[in-house]
């Protein structure tokens, strides 16, 4: 299969890093004109100029805009008047006892990963339908389904995604313009780096080891046992964004190495 994404235009939310970065250099790979989006000016800059050296020829252009803000997100609108592919992929994670969560916490939980998509979709989805030909995709967690005990506040935002995606879907029936969430696993990303940087510099253990111990651990239901690569992911949001997915609508497509342990 060739996937060719020539001409459409693709934001990939939160991507100076992580996951993002590898759905961004995907899409990129594969002919898309790509938008970057983090929060400060010179990472996006950076990000941008990396990924042109990367991919010689790469139409890559970058948005800075903290997407956990309704002022943020209008930013981007008036910066990207249209999109073919939007991939919300901003988020943020980390373990807290639910005793210890306030309603601050929860709030900024659901402004980041929740109503940053919602605020991108209702505005981006609309010029879809138009044009009769568009692919959202939100990258929501295996946490989604498998709540964790100790990251609820996570894991009830990530179904949240989910929920959206679906009745998105819905929503664009008969169209050409399909609405998917993409469920990750444990992923060795920046943000996942920045979780367990203490233990790394208390035992100096590497990044990589600590992953598959978290996965062996936390995870236990792993098949892989194993932590991902972002390329993992970014493989299959890739896919569920090219013309060749166009069966492929209101579904939570896992990438989580069999975590959730239903068929
Ligand atoms: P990450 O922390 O590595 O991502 C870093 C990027 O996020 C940077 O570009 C940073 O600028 C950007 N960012 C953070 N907050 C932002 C904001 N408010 N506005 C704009 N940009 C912002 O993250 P990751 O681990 O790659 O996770 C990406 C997505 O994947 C998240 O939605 C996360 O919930 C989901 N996910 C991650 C894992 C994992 O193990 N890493 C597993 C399942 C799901």
Known sequence: MNIDLSGKNALVTASTAGIGWSIA????????????????????????????????????????????????????IDAVP???????????????????VDDATWERYFQTNVMSGVRLSRYYMQGMLQRNWGRVVFISSESGLNIPADMIHYGVSKTAQIALANGLAKLAAGSGVTVNSV???PTLSDG???????????EGTSYEEIGNDFVRKERATSIIQRISSTEEIA???VYVCSPQASATTGVALRVDGGVVNTW
Do not use: C
């Not at 800059?45 to 990924?51: F, R, S, T, Y």
């Not at 249209?82 to 210890?100: H, K, R, T």
């Not at 996942?192 to 208390?202: L, N, S």
């Open 25 to 76: 250099a995907g899409l990129a790979a594969s002919g898309a004109n790509v938008i970057l989006n983090g929060r400060k000016p010179e990472v996006v800059q950076a990000a941008v100029e990396k990924l042109r050296r990367e991919l010689h020829g790469a139409n890559v252009e970058g948005v800075a805009a903290d997407l956990s803000t309704a002022k943020g997100v209008q930013g981007v």
């Open 235 to 237: 493989n299959m949001v």
């Open 82 to 100: 249209s999109l073919d592919i939007l991939v919300n992929n901003a988020g943020i994670f980390g373990p807290e006892p639910f005793f210890d």
């Open 183 to 185: 469920l990750p696993g």
């Open 192 to 202: 996942f780096r920045e979780m367990v940087r203490e233990q790394h510099e208390r």
